[in-house]
């Protein structure tokens, strides 16, 4: 995950013959329903507790290895780190734990994505997302455009041991805009059901930026 689910080949990491192999489509992925519902009790905690959850109705005390790429890391991270008498071993690849400092080499134009990886394939992902947003009703244009532009919250009133350097620059980032494409994005996976076909086109979009410079980065 998130959202792509799973595939038979992702059983080709263990040997069938030493393991006891377990797929699992995370809420709103693959085969779980309702399927791409993404903003109503599907929190990363959700996604942990599910897991013990499974863990617990297939009558296993421990998992011997769990293996997460990706978003799939993050949430093998939480979990071992919320329960971590269930995990005896963990492999990580495409490690993505959503740092600012990543989000913004993914997500934002100057990230390394869009400069290094394929500058093509960002500018096709910010056009759609512009297109889908201008297109659409009033007042969903005017709603994403300002969550959008809208400046996180000052750190006036915080002191500096309640904010990290990242959480700055972060910031600072939204600020200036940095993250505009991403946020209305965003805004648009999150609105209502009269705008599925527009969340459909942002998702696709998405999932084409996102397969592009994945195939990309191995070249690099």
Same mark, same amino acid.
């Given at each position: 995950?998130?959202?792509?689910?799973?595939?038979?080949?992702?059983?080709? +990491?263990?040997?069938?013959?030493?393991?006891?192999?377990?797929?699992?489509?995370?809420?709103?992925?693959?085969?779980?329903?309702?399927?791409?519902?993404?903003?109503?009790?599907?929190?990363?905690?959700?996604?942990?507790?599910?897991?013990?959850?499974?863990?617990?109705?297939?009558?296993?005390?421990?998992? /011997?290895?769990?293996?997460?790429?990706?978003?799939?890391?993050?949430?093998?991270?939480?979990?071992?780190?919320?329960?971590?008498?269930?995990?005896?071993?963990?492999?990580?690849?495409?490690?993505?734990?959503?740092?600012?400092?990543?989000?913004?080499?993914? +997500?934002?134009?100057?990230?390394? &994505?869009?400069?290094?990886?394929?500058? /093509?394939?960002?500018?096709?992902?910010?056009?759609?997302?512009?297109?889908?947003?201008?297109?659409?009703?009033?007042?969903?244009?005017?709603?994403?455009?300002?969550?959008?532009?809208?400046?996180?919250?000052?750190?006036?009133?915080?002191?500096?041991?309640?904010?990290?350097?990242?959480? &700055?620059?972060?910031?600072?980032?939204?600020?200036?805009?940095?993250? /505009?494409?991403?946020?209305?994005?965003?805004?648009?996976?999150?609105?209502? /059901?009269?705008?599925?076909?527009?969340?459909?086109? &942002?998702?696709?979009?998405?999932?084409?930026?996102?397969?592009?410079?994945?195939?990309?980065?191995?070249?690099?």
């Amino acid at each position: 995950g998130p959202g792509a689910g799973c595939f038979p080949n992702h059983a080709r +990491f263990f040997n069938p013959t030493k393991y006891r192999i377990i797929l699992l489509d995370q809420r709103g992925c693959g085969k779980s329903t309702p399927r791409g519902q993404v903003f109503q009790q599907n929190t990363l905690l959700d996604l942990v507790h599910d897991c013990e959850r499974l863990k617990q109705h297939l009558h296993i005390s421990s998992w /011997d290895v769990i293996l997460g790429g990706s978003w799939g890391s993050t949430l093998a991270l939480a979990y071992s780190q919320t329960y971590p008498q269930s995990v005896r071993h963990l492999i990580l690849r495409g490690v993505c734990t959503l740092r600012p400092s990543e989000i913004n080499w993914l +997500f934002t134009p100057n990230g390394g &994505a869009a400069q290094i990886v394929d500058t /093509d394939a960002w500018a096709e992902f910010e056009r759609s997302i512009v297109n889908i947003t201008s297109s659409s009703s009033s007042t969903m244009t005017t709603a994403t455009t300002k969550a959008a532009t809208t400046p996180m919250p000052t750190t006036a009133s915080r002191t500096t041991t309640e904010i990290s350097n990242e959480e &700055a620059q972060q910031q600072q980032e939204n600020d200036t805009g940095e993250r /505009d494409v991403l946020h209305a994005y965003y805004n648009v996976l999150l609105s209502g /059901d009269d705008y599925a076909a527009e969340r459909l086109r &942002a998702a696709q979009s998405w999932m084409r930026y996102e397969m592009r410079i994945s195939s990309a980065a191995q070249d690099i």
